[in-house]
Structure formats: C-alpha cells, structure tokens
C-alpha cells in the first residue's frame, strides 16, 4: 500500500490519516478473540484502570500472542511509515488500550514524542502511531481526539503527571490546548475524532497532540497502537522497562499481505515469561552504559 500525494499532503497539514474499514471482520477475528485471555494475565504488562480491574494498558501481546505477532508485521500498518519515513522500522512500542465500557478512563492531552524524549531519550519525532480498532468506535466510547495541524509546533511544554490515571503521562495543559484548538478552527475544526467500524486504521504523527475521554457508554473500545520508530531514531535510554519501551532495534520484516489469515510462523521470544533483563531499568543513556561496559 503506496500513499497517494493527496495523502502525503494531509498528512503533512493535520498530522494524520484515517483509513475506515481497513482490515475485514474476518481479519479481525483472531485479533479480538484473544484479548480477553491476555487482559485476564496477572503481569506487569497489564497496567490496570485506577481503582478497577478493568485493563488500560496490556503492553509487547506481539511478544506473546501469535495473531498479535502477525498484526505488528503488517504491511498495511508498517509500510506507510516505512514511506513516510523512508526508513526500516522497528517496534519501540505495542499496545492494546481497553477503554472498557463504564470503566475506561481518561487520556489527558499529550504527545506521544513529549514521553519518548523525556523517558527514554529517542532523539527526534521520527517515529509514529498506527492505531487499529478491535472495536467499532463511535462519539460514545471515548474515541481519540486530535488537535488538527498541532504536530507543526514541534514537543510542546508538559508536565509528568503522575497521578491523574493509572499510567503517568506527560501532559500539556488546559491554556496551550485552548491556544491550540483555536490556531487549528475552534468549534469549526480544532478538534476531531475519527470514528468507524472495527478494522478502520489512523496513522498519527508522534508530535500530533491528542486525548480521549471516559467511556460511560456499555461499548468497549478495544484499540491496539503499534508505535514504529526510525531505525536510526532508536532511544537512548532504557528508564522505562523493556515491555513498555522496547530494546531491540531491529527492522521489521513485514509478512504478505494476507498474514491475519494464514498461519504464518511467527516469533513469540516471551510465550514462557518475560526475561528479568525486560523489567530492568536504568536513568543513564545507554552510550554511557556501553562505555562503561
Ligand atoms: C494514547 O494516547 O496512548 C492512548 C489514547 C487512547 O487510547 O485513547
Ligand atoms: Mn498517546
């Protein structure tokens, strides 16, 4: 899959693409069928909604589910970046946020670069989200919101906040993202949501500044989020555990087209666990660790 120049361009303008229906029902079978066994694993890969047992967060399922090892190989989500990029990529983060009905929380605004650089030291935006979802979103779930355009500011001021949600987060506040919203058309435009079937896929830029909201409604809102990064554009530090922010740069390999149904042998290196060495942490860069080695 080629993006077109009108793709390019709008890309370049609003800092995303929307591509509703991008995989089939039947793609996503397999998919959706194995999130309720790996939300159900007491590890430290499923960061849990405060005060809740719902998931927020299961992190690295392409580490440990086979259908998941084949998503995070997929050419309709990897090659796009690779163009934009003009570079091999490798997985420095994979995700399946729950945003469970009654129970999912907030997402306060953020950009995505703002934790990259200030955790673990990834030295440009040269790194992107592909979000697919295993639900059908709608205005009722807690779809994401963007703030059209807001990449073009580069990492903006935030705050680490710690205690909001279960999950810290750098998070820019209430007066930058009214400025924000009226640079980019205040009620006509400064924010949008993308909604659509389960299978629609949004490519955002790392700097594009967005949040979503509860969800109150009985709908899940089951998304995963595979965050590519230039291969040059690796972190430099490894403060976050290796399941959060991933440690091996290698490019990716992307299988045929058709690998959500057909078996394809895939990698599964934590299937029996999660080596000591992933929870591990260190606040020193690594060229110093290496140095020092
Ligand atoms: C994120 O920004 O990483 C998640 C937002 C969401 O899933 O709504
Ligand atoms: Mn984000």
Not at 33 to 39: I, K, S, T, W
Not at 165 to 175: E, K, R
Not at 197 to 224: E, K
């Amino acid at each position: 899959m080629r993006l077109t120049q009108e793709q390019l361009e709008h890309f370049d303008r609003e800092g995303y693409l929307f591509f509703p229906g991008q995989f089939t029902p039947q793609e996503m079978q397999a998919l959706t069928a194995a999130v309720p066994e790996l939300y159900g694993r007491r590890e430290a890969y499923n960061v849990r909604e405060k005060g809740s047992d719902a998931v927020r967060t299961n992190f690295a399922a392409h580490m440990v589910s086979e259908p998941f090892a084949r998503l995070a190989r997929h050419p309709r989500m990897v090659r796009p970046v690779m163009d934009l990029f003009d570079e091999e990529v490798y997985m420095h983060q994979f995700k399946i946020n729950g945003k469970m009905a009654f129970e999912g929380d907030v997402w306060q605004w953020h950009q995505d670069y703002g934790t990259w650089l200030n955790d673990d030291l990834m030295p440009t935006e040269r790194a992107m989200n592909v979000a697919i979802f295993l639900d059908d979103v709608n205005e009722y779930n807690g779809p994401l919101m963007f703030i059209p355009g807001s990449h073009k500011k580069g990492v903006v001021e935030a705050k680490h906040d710690l205690t909001t949600t279960s999950y810290p987060l750098w998070t820019v506040d209430n007066d930058l993202i009214r400025q924000l919203v009226e640079r980019a058309g205040g009620k006509n435009g400064g924010i949008v949501s993308p909604k659509g079937p389960a299978g629609s896929m949004i490519l955002f830029h790392s700097c594009l500044v967005h949040a979503s909201t509860s969800n109150l409604s009985p709908w899940n809102r089951v998304s995963v989020y595979l965050s590519l990064c230039a291969v040059s554009n690796h972190i430099r530090r490894f403060k976050r555990p290796e399941f959060i922010a991933h440690r091996d740069f290698t490019p990716i390999a992307c299988l045929p087209d058709d690998c959500l149904a057909r078996p394809y042998p895939v990698d599964l290196p934590w299937k029996d666990g999660m080596p000591a060495s992933a929870l591990a942490t260190s606040s020193d860069p690594i060229d110093h660790i290496r140095q020092a080695a």
